[in-house]
């Protein structure tokens, strides 16, 4: 299609009409670059984590000092899990946070 186009603006333009011979994959309405990615699983896997870090109540907190001073909390609660044909059952969930010294 864009060959078509550029001859098109050519004739306009009131050049010569030479025969141009191109390969028909050429004239396919196919974009030339790498194919587009597949962000449906990476779109997801963002939005779980997005409600995953505003839930209000984490749950019950635990605390650890490591030996450089940084601090890890980790909070545990209980979470609903299943789907797909899969009944629902309750799950430990945990959230981590590193943090600095």
């Given at each position: 299609i864009a060959l078509r186009k550029v001859a098109a603006v050519q004739?306009?333009?009131g050049w010569n009409a030479t025969r141009t011979a191109v390969p028909a994959?050429?004239?396919e309405d196919k974009p030339c670059g790498a194919p587009r990615a597949d962000l449906d699983s990476r779109t997801m896997l963002l939005d779980k984590a997005r409600t995953e870090f505003s839930i209000a109540n984490r749950g019950k907190m635990s605390e650890f000092i490591l030996p450089n001073k940084?601090?890890?909390?980790?909070?545990?609660r209980s979470e609903a899990c299943g789907g797909a044909g899969v009944s629902s059952q309750k799950v430990p969930?945990?959230?981590g946070e590193v943090c600095g010294p």
């Open positions: 004739n306009h333009l994959w050429m004239l940084e601090r890890i909390q980790i909070w545990r969930a945990l959230q």
